[in-house]
């Protein structure tokens, strides 16, 4: 299915404004996704998305790092989609300042929430970055009544090990933008917790 077409009639329908909406483009067989990868917005410039048909979009560039240092060979959205891993943001609009505001996070929900249903057979969801995370609670919170991930600095608490239903959720760091490519150390968490999510895989 395609999922751009999937998403942007699901909107319309939701009454949700669909003008600027930046969705995953791409054409996949739901039951082959074992992880979801929640990133925070998409980038001002659709070029330098994770499913732009540029060159060498700067989101691929980054992800492309981190697989790379986690042991996983990514050169495409091509070759992370192979791996049964779908990538995806919690805000579906480039954010306008530093933060993104919590109204407009809950504005774009319905949509996040239809992409986890689209997946049979997921088994992880990693939460990359704090938009991620307060996102995923806001989805989860209406079912389990509590967060799933607590709301702690992500350095504290990605070791433990969080579930929602049978899913395993991996709080994480961002995994875009220039500046993590300048910041070593969550540069290094965020490889670590891609190689720890397929070790995860690999037991199951």
């Not at 483009?25 to 039951?31: E, F, R, V």
């Not at 300048?182 to 891609?194: A, H, L």
């Amino acid at each position: 299915m395609n999922i751009n077409a999937y998403l942007r009639g699901f909107a319309a329908d939701a009454g949700i404004e669909t003008a600027g909406l930046q969705l995953p483009d791409c054409d996949i067989d739901p039951g082959s996704i074992n992880v979801v990868m929640i990133s925070e917005v998409p980038p001002r410039d659709p070029a330098d998305g994770f499913y732009s048909s540029a060159p060498d979009p700067d989101y691929m560039k980054t992800a492309r790092s981190l697989f790379k240092a986690a042991g996983a060979e990514a050169d495409s959205i091509g070759d992370i989609l192979g791996m049964g891993i779908y990538v995806t943001t919690a805000v579906k609009l480039p954010k306008d300042g530093y933060t993104v505001d919590k109204v407009v996070i809950e504005a774009h929900l319905p949509i996040l929430e239809a992409e986890l249903a689209l997946f049979p057979n997921l088994k992880v969801v990693m939460l990359m970055g704090d938009v991620a995370k307060k996102a995923f609670n806001m989805i989860t919170k209406a079912g389990t009544k509590k967060n799933v991930i607590p709301s702690k600095p992500t350095g504290g608490i990605r070791h433990n090990e969080y579930f929602w239903g049978g899913v395993r959720v991996f709080p994480s760091y961002i995994m875009t933008g220039k500046n993590l490519l300048i910041e070593p150390f969550k540069r290094d968490c965020v490889s670590d917790d891609i190689r720890r999510m397929r070790e995860y895989l690999k037991k199951g």
